[in-house]
């Protein structure tokens, strides 16, 4: 049993690690998509936020402040929903037309990567076009960038750990204990 206890709590602290990883570059993410927004759309209305008014009644009244921990509040439940939404996707293709879509882990990466990718291209372009902005925002971007990719790799990195003691686990609880690995 106290076995049990210790794997439990060993996956938990790596899937912590894992996730704060995954934070950093969600973090780092959201900022240069906020700066490539406001750039090519300055008056943009952020009045959508009063829908997330459950979360935070100031939300609703328009007159609010943001800091991280309110934008990972609202990051955590449009993922939430998300998963969500996809699970209940991927179980409607899998019952009804027996359809199952499995993304390999080089693949997500690679998507992944190219997607950051793009929206840093995206906000290098607009300081280029942008004659008030001061070229500071290239070093800028380059340091977000490298951040965010190690974040990224880092996340992929520790979320194969991660399944390398699931599987660990599992092959444990299947030995008997009188049984010397």
């Known amino acids: 049993m106290s076995k049990n206890i210790i794997t439990t709590i060993i996956s938990f602290l790596i899937n912590y690690i894992k996730y704060f990883f995954l934070t950093g570059s969600v ?47 609202i990051f955590s439940f449009v993922s939430l929903i998300i998963m969500f939404t996809s699970y209940v996707f991927s179980f409607t293709l899998k019952k009804i037309f027996n359809i199952t879509i499995k993304f390999s882990q080089k693949f997500k990466i690679l998507f992944l990567v190219v997607l950051i990718t793009l929206v840093y291209l995206i906000a290098m372009i607009l300081v280029t076009i942008n004659d008030a902005l001061d070229n500071l925002f290239y070093y800028i971007f380059a340091v977000f960038y490298v951040i965010n990719l190690i974040s990224l790799v880092l996340y992929f990195l520790v979320d194969a750990l991660l399944k390398k003691v699931t599987n660990f686990i599992k092959i444990q609880k299947n030995v008997p204990e009188n049984y010397i690995t």
């Open 27 to 73: 973090i780092f993410s959201l900022a240069v998509l906020l700066f490539a927004l406001l750039n090519l759309v300055p008056d943009f209305s952020f009045g959508f936020l009063q829908y997330f008014s459950f979360l935070n009644p100031d939300y609703g009244t328009g007159t609010f402040s943001m800091g991280i921990s309110e934008v990972m509040e």
